[in-house]
């Protein structure tokens, strides 16, 4: 566990079933508590706005499940980007948006790739690419920022 960490959840317990993420935000439910993303997943149905589980009807105004939130709020969890680190719930979002290992856009082309496989991407997808040390003469005085050699 982390510190000041909750418990550990069973991740299958807390996925979306649109996107399969776990909820980390806010949940809509059904009439019947099948619970979905509110913030990426719910926008996304179709009118009229069914519950992927169930079927049945949202309505106009779906309520929260508010309970879950702060269950899993309160949870401890290990980074979806597999970085080692674990979190709770309501630091997941800031931890994903800085974290090292999670996927970055190619420059060369529009697949995402972790750092630590980018030069096996690019070797993979036959990009042409040289690796220049940095300070050298040849150096480009700017690097992409999604990304950083280093890591590599």
Same mark, same amino acid.
């Given at each position: ?36 993303? @509110? ?8 009118? #009229?706005? =069914? *519950? $992927?589980? +169930? ?37 997941? @979002? ?8 999670? #996927?970055? =856009? *190619? $420059?060369? +082309? ?43």
């Amino acid at each position: 566990q982390v510190p000041g960490g909750g418990p550990e959840i069973d991740e299958i317990l807390c996925q979306c079933p649109v996107c399969l993420e776990v909820m980390f935000g806010k949940i809509l439910r059904c009439p019947d508590g099948h619970g979905i993303c @509110a913030e990426r997943c719910f926008e996304t149905l179709p009118a #009229p706005k =069914k *519950c $992927p589980q +169930c079927r049945q009807a949202f309505g106009k105004k779906p309520g929260r499940g508010i309970m879950v939130e702060q269950i899993i709020a309160a949870g401890q969890w290990a980074c979806k980007h597999d970085c080692g680190l674990k979190f709770r719930g309501s630091e997941m @979002a800031t931890h994903l948006s800085a974290c090292p290992a999670r #996927p970055v =856009k *190619c $420059p060369f +082309c529009i697949d995402l790739v972790a750092p630590a496989r980018m030069v096996k991407h690019f070797q993979d997808k036959a990009h042409d690419f040289t690796v220049v040390p940095p300070g050298s003469p040849d150096a480009p005085t700017q690097l992409c920022s999604s990304w950083d050699l280093d890591r590599v």
